[in-house]
């Protein structure tokens, strides 16, 4: 574990701390640069900052931290930029035209905390501290931002929450992405952290290998998991995923067109409306579909697996299916009959195929 101390507190066993106490800067090393029309305010509660045991391991990084800071941006702002080299950053839509800024910085104990800029230029406003990017050290951020803004962030295993905004670029690193409420383009990386997002008008999420959940999705949904799980409920555009051996579930789907890709995981589809095309391919996996309406233009190649159609089908038909699972169970009925329905997933766990039914 890394040792974390406020500046000018020493290490010592047990615990210790240092408070902020009348607006009082801490070993007086605060540092902030700014650009734009901004009122800083240090919070003037007082704030304690924890102490790791004693007996850090030798060649680990004892840190120092810098209580919070909150600075408010009165000059218009459409769009945020925010790096934290690690730290957490939280956006979300606040109340009035400015903008809040809340700030906590971690870095390494005997140096001098980084400078933190926050730049408005052109409408766009910038959180970054530069010489974190080689010194160790990282920069949280809580910011409160008008309606109609959009964000990019970079957090480099931080985790990112966002609530609220035209449009979002994330890339966590590592750490978990919570978006929702995103109302134009939504573009997430967490190489490996997992990803959870709301009440979007679609996405493009690529997980590097954690686990994707979408809820409420009116638009078009593009994801890749790399071996993660992936579940979704309620979507109204296009499905694109590949999750690379994960299993995958969605129900609540409306879209005109799906096309999902395994590689060995289990895959359940239920569709609330007719779907135009759909195509399935699981490599192994157990394929199991539910949709209304019918006939569809339907090709299955099950390798071997058990299968069963309860549809109506027509080679001539508008709509088409095509599902392939080398071996794996198949099963394709329809909506209003409750034909054989999957198990739900338990977390972490794929989805369970219903048994094949008797000729």
């Keep these: 574990m890394r040792q974390v101390t406020a500046p000018g507190t020493p290490a010592g066993g047990g615990q210790a701390g240092a408070t902020q106490t009348g607006g009082r800067r801490p070993g007086g090393r605060w540092i902030w640069g700014v650009s734009g029309v901004v009122t800083a305010v240090i919070l003037a509660i007082p704030v304690t900052w924890a102490i790791a045991r004693a007996g850090t391991p030798s060649g ?9 800071r909150t600075i408010s941006i009165y000059r218009p702002v459409t ?10 950053i939280q956006v979300a839509v606040g109340q009035g035209p400015g903008v809040t800024v809340t700030e906590a ?34 920069v949280g951020f809580t910011v409160r931002v008008p309606a109609r803004v959009s964000v990019t962030a970079v957090s480099a295993g931080g ?9 979002a670029s994330l890339d966590s690193g590592g750490g978990a992405v919570r978006a929702t409420g995103v109302s134009g383009s939504l573009v997430i990386s967490a190489q490996g952290g997992p990803v959870t997002i709301a009440g979007t008008a679609g996405a493009n999420i690529d997980s590097g290998g954690g686990p994707v959940r979408a809820a409420g999705v009116d638009g078009t949904l593009t994801v890749s998991t790399e071996n993660g799980p992936l579940t979704v409920t309620g979507l109204s555009g296009s ?56 006939p569809y233009a339907l090709t299955t190649d099950s390798g071997g697996g058990p299968q069963s159609v309860g549809i109506a089908t027509s080679p001539v038909a508008s709509r088409s299916i095509n599902i392939s699972t080398e071996g794996g169970p198949l099963f394709v009925q329809p909506v209003e009959t409750g034909g054989p329905q999957s198990q739900p ?15």
Excluded at 107 to 136: K, M, W
Excluded at 159 to 165: E, S
Excluded at 269 to 275: C, D, K, S
């Design 60 to 68: 680990e990084q004892q840190l120092s931290a810098v209580p919070t």
């Design 79 to 88: 769009s945020v930029n925010v790096q934290s080299y690690g730290a957490p």
């Design 105 to 138: 910085v971690l870095f390494p104990q005997g140096s001098p905390p980084p400078p933190v800029i926050a730049a408005v230029s052109g409408g766009r406003l910038t959180l970054d501290a530069p010489e974190c990017a080689d010194s160790g050290c990282s």
């Design 159 to 167: 985790d990112i929450v966002l609530a609220g905004a035209a449009g």
């Design 239 to 294: 499905l694109h995923a590949d999750t690379g051996g994960g299993p995958a579930f969605a129900q609540g789907v409306a879209a005109q067109a799906a096309t999902v890709s395994t590689e060995g995981g289990d895959a359940r589809l239920g569709f609330v409306t007719a779907p135009e095309t759909v195509q399935v391919i699981t490599a192994g996996g157990a394929a199991d579909l539910s949709v209304p309406g019918g």
């Design 345 to 359: 997933a338990k977390p972490g766990q794929p989805p369970q195929p219903a048994p094949p039914q008797k000729p």
